[in-house]
């Protein structure tokens, strides 16, 4: 082979290798390209979920702290930065027990078993490790959960109390009748005061019951209640309960004929029944009672021993006594303590208000707007 033809044929050798370079490096530049592009997908996936995640324990109602395995802090919600006084931002990478210095956490922190959640200053925490030493740290506020429980432990001792009392007088007069001779009228005496103790017990139960029937939640099942034939039911209760007291009260009611709304039936029986015999409890001889429904509004005003202005705010709550001056006016026939909170819950089933109006030696006004 000549010359000429051999360096032409290495020429054509080393033309096709270098087109074959190029071609391969373009082929690995576009592999490379592709695979780039999928990794950069893939970065961006995992950033678009993680904020997603973060953006869900920021709506969370409860605190969320993230810490690293030195309980250092990587990340925590703006709930949780107001339960424990930190800053989100300013205060990653510090740890943990030297921004939350109360000295049960501290123990806690120390601890292995996280089993149980550590309350302070109506704040619930519980830590949550995970890998690699890792931990969740959860915050709620339970100033809600505090405030039920002491209302639940106020309840107890006070239906305790309520109870208590007529059971020791019911057992002083047994222990009375058995153990003495009486005569007749004693015995009348003792008995007549010992229905008096049975009906207070009949009633406190009763109370509790609707209550309890309130508290269940269920929805009242609408009707068509005829009001001036609710209010006539009352005006009668109320008649009979001044004359079983001896007292001589002006009662007057005013309804409009026909009167009628949507409601519960017996839960308005209970609330109107409730507000008007009230008004004859703590109206003594001489004084008056109005009763009048106007404009979907029953309006029960008295002039009785009235109330300090103190005192209103609180009327609703269970078991609220105003004074024992007032009590000690009503006698025996005082309420369970139940009444108004039955008023107020039968109010907020059916969409109404209670307005209370009252003053000392004057006398109240209650007012069920519906």
């Known amino acids: 082979m000549s010359f000429p033809i051999y360096f032409g044929s290495l020429l054509a050798l080393a033309v096709l290798f270098i087109f074959g370079i190029r071609r391969r490096e373009k082929s690995l530049n576009s592999q490379f390209e592709k695979q780039l592009k999928a990794e950069r997908q893939n970065s961006a996936l995992h950033e678009q979920r993680l904020q997603a995640f973060l953006s869900a324990m920021q709506a969370s109602p409860n605190g969320v702290v993230i810490l690293d395995s030195a309980r250092r802090i990587v990340w925590c919600n703006q709930t949780a930065a107001r339960l424990l006084g930190l800053d989100a931002i300013r205060d ?12 049960q956490f501290l123990e806690y922190l120390a601890q292995e078993n996280f089993e149980n959640e550590l309350r302070f200053d109506n704040k619930a925490l519980q830590l949550h490790p995970y890998r690699r030493g890792r931990a969740l740290l959860l915050v709620r506020d339970v100033t809600d959960v505090e405030r039920a429980e002491q209302m639940r432990r106020d309840f107890v001792a006070n239906v305790s ?3 208590r009392t007529p059971l020791t007088v019911l057992s002083g007069f047994i222990e009375t009748l058995q153990t003495l001779e009486l005569g007749v009228d004693e015995q009348k005496r003792y008995l ?4 008096t103790q049975s009906q207070r017990l009949g009633a406190l139960v009763a109370d509790l019951l609707t209550l309890s029937k309130l508290d269940a939640g269920a929805k009242p099942t609408l009707e068509r209640v005829d009001i001036s034939e609710l209010l006539r039911q009352c005006e009668y209760e109320a008649r009979t309960l001044a004359k079983s007291l001896k007292r001589d009260i002006h009662i007057q009611f005013d309804v409009a004929p ?3 709304m949507l409601g519960s039936t017996s839960e308005l029986q209970s609330a109107f029944s409730n507000l008007i015999t009230n008004s004859v409890r703590y109206t003594l001889t001489g ?8 404009e979907n509004t029953l309006t029960v005003t008295d002039t009785g021993l009235g109330i300090a202005p103190e005192h209103v705010p609180r009327l609703t709550e269970r078991f609220y006594r105003v004074d024992k001056s007032r009590n000690r006016s009503a006698g025996e026939t005082a309420g369970t303590g139940l009444g108004l ?5 039968v109010a907020q089933r059916h969409g109404a208000t209670l307005e209370i109006d009252s003053a000392v030696g004057v006398g109240s006004t209650f007012r069920l707007v519906f």
Do not use: C, N, Y
Request: glycine share 2%.
């Open 92 to 103: 990653v990478d510090q740890h943990i027990a030297h921004l939350v210095r109360e000295p």
């Open 161 to 163: 109390h309520e109870i």
């Open 192 to 195: 007549q005061l010992m229905a």
């Open 258 to 260: 026909h009167a009628d």
């Open 287 to 294: 004084g008056s009672i109005f009763v009048t429904w106007r």
């Open 341 to 345: 909170a039955i008023v107020k819950h």
